[in-house]
């Protein structure tokens, strides 16, 4: 309310105001003879589309070439919005057991790791990543240097460190080093509301765009938490399940991560209040496929099966719940990209979804999801040129 008209912000959920043409590349890039598919609803069609730094400038059926424009032609080709992951972790170990690894305080390692992921899912035509918690400063500084073009990558959303319960998720078999204390870890264990209020502003203070929060905590710990996070005008997600979504719906936390196992009320609730659900189904079949179930986690009390996911996922869908794509690609998993993403798609497909139904929750509903659908998510004049091409038409057969 206090943004002037025309005054440039952050390309983030933060919205700090900037100075003109922060961020901005110089030149000009003509997109010929492509076959659009822009997310917005609209079936796919022929155009041109020109791109300006950073922001998509026309969308025509024919455009003439200006001049120094640098040519693309997208001949038999499908251009669409940049894909968004709702759930990734830049820094998380890539081998349980490595001693340079479980070494939290180690963020030279944790930077290499993100370094290598970044480049992985650009690669693999995601855009926009929203960082689900990673080690101390690591994720942030990563943000910097890919928005300054110093390394190669999708733009990304930081949450920081994940905020739990005294052995809540998360936690198991990291011991002392989630305490208050070790600002370099990827997890804050908080007790008390005042305490998890403090949480919140160490991540706010260290550059959230917005909180993760997990199970375990008190109705009153969750509330606090969000409500702290709303005054300072992040949005919060929560890794819950049973009667800890149910806390954090009615607290009024923003979304839900995972498929885990919520009660009918619950996900009438989510509707009530419209919360939206980052299901993730693709990490867990992938846990459930190696080791037969989910397994030996204090914050993971139920039995988890494929069929209980898409149970929960197909309650949410006809409820009428927003779901968003998310992948969790944790260890090593992100060099099968982009593999997993295109499951997860699959995965929309066998709740009810069409392929452009698939694409357009990867896209402009993840965008929503974040709150930066005015910026990114769909190829419209004046947003942000997040911008992929492809060989197929992935709105007709997401493969």
Known sequence: AYILPGTET???????PVAPGTHTPDGRILITDARLFDSTGSSARKADILIDGKTIAAIESSIPPPD???????RGRTVMPGLIDLHVHLTYVERFGDPRELTDENQSDAALRGITRLRAYVENGITTVRDTSSDGMAPFRLKDWVAE???PGPRV???????TGKGGHGT?????????EYAESALREAAGSDDWIAAVREQFKNGADFIKLASHYSPEEVRAAIEEAHRLGLKVTVDSETVFTAMAVEAGVDSIEHPLPRCDETISRMVDLGV???????????????????????SRRFTLTEDIMFEQGQKMRDAGVRLGIGTDLILDWYQFLPGPYIRELQNFETLGYTPAEAVIAATSTNAAITGMDDKLGTIEVGKLADVIIVS????????
């Open 10 to 16: 952050s390309d983030d959920p933060r919205r700090v």
């Open 68 to 74: 120094g424009v640098r040519l693309i032609d997208a």
């Open 149 to 151: 073009g110093r390394i």
């Open 157 to 163: 959303f930081a949450s920081g460190q994940l905020i």
């Open 172 to 180: 198991e078999g990291f011991g002392a080093r989630t305490a208050p």
């Open 276 to 298: 939206d659900a980052v299901p993730t189904f693709v990490p867990y079949q992938l846990i459930i496929g190696m080791a037969g179930g989910y397994y030996g986690s204090t």
């Open 392 to 399: 197929g038409r992935p709105d007709e057969d997401v493969t």
